[in-house]
């Protein structure tokens, strides 16, 4: 297990950038998987976007080319730089992260990004 905490949610106009920052507990070198998932009111969870040890990344359709996911292996972190946001962003981001490809999730406590104008 290893615990998350995600900053840098917040307020934004369409077409701006945030930037989220997930900090992991413990060194996240071995960690086979991390990624942003996020829940809109009335909507189930789904995944954002995703990096595995490898470095290989995984997006949603709707974001790609706009969102970019980064490890930083030194600092314990994962980032989602997101850009042109759309009001259909707006939802709870969490940080995810499975150690090996069958253990279960760790989640953080989210943090809240809404678009609007």
């Known amino acids: 297990q290893v615990q998350l905490v995600e900053s840098g949610g917040g307020l934004v106009q369409p077409g701006g950038s945030l930037r989220l920052s997930c900090a992991a507990s413990?060194?996240?070198?071995?960690?086979?998987?991390m990624g942003w998932y996020r829940q809109a009111p009335g909507k189930q969870r789904e995944l954002v976007a995703a990096?595995?040890?490898?470095?290989?990344?995984n997006y949603k359709d709707s974001v790609k080319g706009r969102f970019t996911i980064s490890r930083d292996n030194a600092k314990n972190t994962v980032d989602l730089q997101m850009n042109s946001l759309k009001p259909e962003d707006t939802a709870v981001y969490y940080c995810?992260?499975?150690?090996?490809?069958?253990?279960?999730?760790?989640w953080g406590q989210g943090t809240q990004v809404t678009v609007s104008s």
């Open positions: 990096v595995t040890s490898g470095g290989t990344t």
């Open positions: 413990r060194s996240i070198f071995s960690i086979y998987d």
């Open positions: 995810n992260a499975r150690i090996a490809p069958l253990s279960p999730s760790s």
